[in-house]
């Protein structure tokens, strides 16, 4: 089978197309034949290297966690799939990597495919929702009326914290660039900020979450539109900010969090379930074939910026 590789950590000429055989699952493990991945800024990061305090140190590792497809095989004590079931998940960050022709994933992150949902559709789901969960829910306690600022709502994480946040009744604005704005309606924002016009530091609103999923905020400046005891959410921090973030948190009641992402099989669920009932409909921004993968990789990593997620579908 074909599979995106890298045999050291490193820049964008460290991917290459690898030839190797299809792996076999272990017990609780299951073979997917491999329709769809979407791309997110994690796959580069632990290539570049930025993750490897947290991952294992064996290579070739290669890139992609989300995905969708078939099943294929399943391990000998695998009780919730069969094969030809159509699936979804998220492969740990220390993995061979989704972006393959197939992939070796954990029964327990990996969940039924709504039939309302395109592979596509599917695959774009996983990492992404699992970062807007962790941070709205899990970090932000959100709650019915809160008012919520997500800064980069038509991107891939933002747009599905809209639907998050909405989920649980908050009142959303968001900013974007004005060729997003009808996707921001679409998803449910409330309130749009359109930031190639508007600076969201000027709002005259005060909010009780804000979540920076563009990166392009700091804390210490969105104080002034902050409610007391309320929260900025940070996606993607530095070690340096997880560290003076919790020092700046014992002398003030607007809090600072970070968000690592890690998929969980309550997330999983949690995600199939309000994705079948229609209330998760991701958007999708740009698809390439796999025979494109690299070059996918490479625009992305290089600043290409879509509304939405980039999925690679195989054909």
Request: include cysteine.
């Amino acid at each position: 089978m074909k599979a995106i590789k890298y045999n050291s950590y490193g820049k964008q000429d460290k991917m290459y197309v690898a030839d190797i055989p299809i792996s076999q699952p272990e017990a609780k493990q299951i073979l997917v034949k491999i329709k769809a991945t979407s791309i997110n800024p994690v796959d580069w990061k632990t290539r570049n290297g930025d993750m490897k305090l947290f991952i294992n140190k064996q290579f070739p590792k290669g890139m992609g966690v989300d995905f969708s497809g078939i099943v294929e095989e399943t391990g000998s004590n695998v009780t919730g799939f069969k094969k030809g079931d159509e699936v979804f998940g998220c492969l740990p960050n220390n993995t061979a990597g989704s972006v393959a022709e197939f992939a070796i994933a954990e029964e327990n992150l990996t969940v039924l495919k709504p039939v309302n949902l395109s592979f596509a559709e599917a695959a774009a789901l996983p990492l992404a929702c699992v970062s807007a969960i962790t941070a709205l829910i899990d970090k932000g306690g959100i709650t019915k009326n809160m008012d919520i600022l997500i800064n980069g709502c038509s991107g891939g994480v933002g747009h599905l914290g809209v639907m998050v946040a909405k989920l649980k009744g908050a009142n959303v604005s968001g900013s974007c660039s004005t060729s997003a704005i009808s996707t921001a309606q679409k998803t449910g924002v409330d309130t749009i900020i359109d930031y190639t016009k508007t600076n969201v530091l000027n709002s005259t609103q005060k909010y009780d979450i804000i979540f920076d999923t563009a990166g392009n905020l700091k804390y210490t400046d969105c104080k002034t539109i902050m409610k007391p005891n309320s929260v900025f959410l940070e996606l993607n921090p530095t070690l340096s900010n997880l560290f003076f973030g919790s020092i700046k948190n014992i002398f003030t009641g607007k809090k600072v969090k970070s968000i690592i992402s890690k998929a969980t099989p309550d997330k999983m669920e949690m995600i199939a379930l309000w994705a079948k009932q229609e209330k998760l409909k991701p958007v999708i921004g740009k698809q390439y074939d796999f025979t494109q993968a690299l070059q996918a990789y490479i625009n992305m990593e290089n600043g290409e910026r879509n509304i939405g997620k980039t999925v690679i579908i195989n054909q």
